[in-house]
């Protein structure tokens, strides 16, 4: 009979287990980038115009008209599309949102809400780099 192999801990595994963890704690770093800019400012656009611009840090609920209606509600930086009479219901199932750069649309409406940063923001994404 054929002895096996006894299978070890060795020192290059411990090398190999820790470059594993740092592709990927590196691999989360430009999300996390982008996350941590706070929105300054909601932008309600209908049918690619700029229709309103408020600051994300206030609280307001307001009705956008078009073929249909959607209530919006801005809440000291969270925003959500909290009613509507649209057919598919997408933008209020979006929930609410948080981070630059996110958006809410509802397409049988014509209506796209972003949430936008204070800076300047970059042309290019922080995944694109």
Same mark, same amino acid.
């Not at 190999?16 to 996350?35: E, K, T």
């Not at 400012?41 to 073929?67: H, K």
């Given at each position: 009979?054929?002895?096996?192999?006894? !299978? $070890?801990?060795?020192?290059?595994?411990?090398?190999?287990?820790?470059?594993?963890?740092? !592709?990927?704690? &590196?691999?989360?770093?430009?999300?996390? $980038?982008?996350? &941590?800019? @706070?929105? &300054?400012?909601?932008?309600?656009? #209908?049918?690619?115009?700029?229709?309103? #611009?408020?600051?994300?840090?206030? #609280?307001?609920?307001?009705?956008?008209?078009?073929?249909?209606?959607?209530?919006?509600?801005?809440?000291?930086?969270?925003?959500?599309?909290? =009613?509507?009479?649209?057919?598919?219901?997408?933008?209020? =199932?979006?929930?609410?949102?948080?981070?630059?750069? #996110?958006?809410?649309?509802?397409?049988?409406?014509?209506?796209?809400?972003?949430?936008?940063?204070?800076?300047?923001?970059? @042309?290019?994404?922080?995944?694109? $780099?």
């Amino acid at each position: 009979m054929a002895s096996s192999p006894i !299978l $070890r801990f060795r020192p290059a595994d411990a090398l190999v287990i820790l470059c594993i963890l740092l !592709l990927a704690g &590196a691999s989360l770093v430009p999300f996390l $980038r982008n996350a &941590a800019v @706070e929105p &300054a400012t909601v932008e309600v656009w #209908q049918n690619g115009v700029l229709t309103r #611009q408020i600051p994300a840090m206030s #609280q307001v609920t307001f009705d956008v008209s078009g073929d249909y209606t959607n209530a919006i509600t801005v809440d000291y930086g969270k925003v959500a599309v909290t =009613h509507s009479d649209c057919p598919t219901q997408d933008c209020v =199932h979006t929930g609410w949102i948080s981070y630059t750069g #996110q958006t809410i649309v509802c397409l049988p409406n014509g209506v796209e809400v972003r949430l936008t940063g204070g800076d300047a923001e970059p @042309e290019i994404d922080g995944v694109s $780099r």
